[in-house]
């Protein structure tokens, strides 16, 4: 599950705030990619917010800040994590929600009129390059579903316990050598996400535990070497492993609310 949209959800809503500086955006993606590139989705866009067009060397993060001032000085940007069957968060059918839905993430900026969604990392060479496209958003749609950060974090613990039973009662959760290790290693490996200073403890605490819940998924996703499941055993793994799935999502989605609400409304600098 992806994490680079949260992180820039955070810093760019912070920096509209002045509780950043564009360097500390910039600093904070680093992880996710050595370099991020910038385009518009189409030629419109691009010339409406001074961004670089398709088919034309793409411009940096630094101009998509100044394409966010412009557009709403203090608007901030709210993340979406849609998924199959789970489109909660998407401004309506249109060409940012399609994309985001393939993506899996975004960010979307209702009071500046535009969603930007990550592509995958691009290995050029010994350069990691992650591309964020602009698109336009007409219409934001709905208010979003709000739910408060101490419920989603209890909605994720129990949804780790019931997954669990729901696993050992079908037979499927049983131990696999090294798997402890695994999710280790899992944790491990993910960029090392920064946060500003003043982000709020509660919701550090949630997307901590989201990050591995999202580590013990992936493990419990693996089969045995030599002892694939049958094919019905593998339908209901994935049936009782989609809850909390969601769970995660949901919870993700909440911290940064949370982290956005509280940045927004104390600038630090």
Same mark, same amino acid.
């Given at each position: ?28 993606? !680093? ?23 398709? &088919?034309? +060397? ?12 412009? @557009?709403?000085?203090? &608007?901030? &940007? *709210? ?8 489109? *909660?968060?998407?401004?309506?059918? !249109? ?21 930007? $969604? ?30 408060? =950060? +101490? ?21 499927? @959760?049983?131990?696999?050598?090294? $798997? ?13 996400? =920064?946060?500003?200073?003043?982000? +709020? ?11 591995? $819940? ?7 996703? $693996?089969?045995?070497? &030599? !002892? ?9 793994? *994935? ?21 956005? *609400? ?5 600038? =630090?600098?």
């Amino acid at each position: 599950m992806p994490c680079a949209s949260a992180t820039f959800t955070v810093w760019s809503s912070a920096w509209l705030a002045g509780a950043a500086a564009p360097d500390d955006v910039l600093d904070a993606l !680093g992880p996710w990619a050595q370099t991020h590139d910038v385009v518009a989705a189409d030629a419109e866009t691009a010339h409406a917010h001074s961004l670089s067009a398709p &088919g034309t +060397p793409p411009g940096s993060v630094t101009f998509l800040l100044a394409a966010l001032r412009r @557009a709403a000085p203090r &608007g901030p &940007g *709210r993340v979406v994590l849609p998924a199959p069957g789970d489109p *909660r968060g998407l401004p309506g059918p !249109g060409p940012f929600s399609r994309a985001a839905m393939a993506a899996g993430e975004g960010v979307l900026f209702t009071d500046a009129g535009l969603g930007i $969604v990550p592509g995958a990392v691009d290995n050029r060479a010994t350069d990691q390059v992650l591309r964020w496209t602009v698109h336009p958003v007409v219409d934001p749609g709905p208010a979003p579903e709000h739910v408060a =950060l +101490p419920q989603a974090e209890r909605d994720l613990r129990d949804q780790v316990r019931q997954s669990a039973s729901v696993l050992t009662s079908l037979g499927v @959760a049983r131990h696999r050598p090294g $798997v402890r290790e695994e999710i280790a290693a899992k944790l491990r490996a993910r960029p090392r996400t =920064l946060w500003p200073a003043g982000m +709020p403890a509660p919701a550090l605490r949630v997307l901590q535990h989201a990050d591995e $819940v999202e580590a013990i998924l992936a493990a419990a996703s $693996v089969d045995e070497p &030599g !002892g694939a499941l049958s094919a019905s055993a593998a339908a209901a793994r *994935r049936e009782a492993l989609r809850p909390l799935e969601t769970a995660v999502r949901v919870a993700r989605r909440a911290a940064v609310t949370e982290a956005v *609400r509280v940045l927004a409304a104390s600038p =630090l600098v």
